[in-house]
């Protein structure tokens, strides 16, 4: 929610011009407005319920620190990590149906989406599962990843670590 309005201020209008010229030639003053943003809804997705964040409240947020890298960690997930997201899926969701395939959808700093496919409706589930905390980079969320991985696979084995002897230190 906002107003939209023509923009003014000389400076103010001569620095839109050039801005929308750089980017998509000729300018037409007529056509340039400027929004000024009071609040906004936030929602999580299409068909979800939202909430209103006030435009000053929105403006003190920093952006998410996987932005850039979100594509590339989903693709590499799924074309070569596929079966650790599966075992993620399988010991970190609490399911109560059959998975044909998992597939990872998107990525940030508190955790992921997942797409599951079910059997044998064939339905479409959607999964959210946080990190254990948050990460600050994508090495960051690549080792929570790993983490999560290695957790899920002693799960799954009902695997303990043997008991062993610490070494004392013998040299001065």
């Known amino acids: ?22 980017r998509f030639g000729e300018v ?17 997705g299409l068909g979800e319920e939202g909430f209103w964040v006030d435009a000053m409240e929105y403006s003190g947020t920093s952006a998410d620190p996987l932005r850039d890298r979100v594509a590339k960690i989903v693709k590499d997930m799924n074309d070569k990590q596929w079966e650790d997201i599966r075992r993620i899926c399988n010991v970190y969701a609490d399911l109560d149906v059959e998975v044909e395939e998992v597939s990872m959808i998107w990525i940030d700093r508190l955790g992921f989406d997942l797409h599951l496919l079910t059997l044998p409706q064939k339905e479409i589930l959607e999964v959210r599962i946080p990190f254990p905390r ?39």
């Open 1 to 22: 929610m906002g107003t939209l309005s023509k923009p003014e201020d000389r400076i103010l209008k001569q620095k839109l011009q050039s801005i929308w010229a750089s």
């Open 28 to 44: 037409n003053e007529d056509h340039l407005y400027v929004i000024t943003v009071e609040k906004m809804l936030q929602s999580q």
């Open 134 to 172: 948050e990460v600050t980079d994508e090495r960051d969320a690549r080792s929570s990843l790993t983490y999560m991985a290695q957790v899920a696979w002693e799960v799954e084995k009902n695997y303990a670590p043997p008991e062993f002897e610490r070494v004392k230190c013998v040299q001065k």
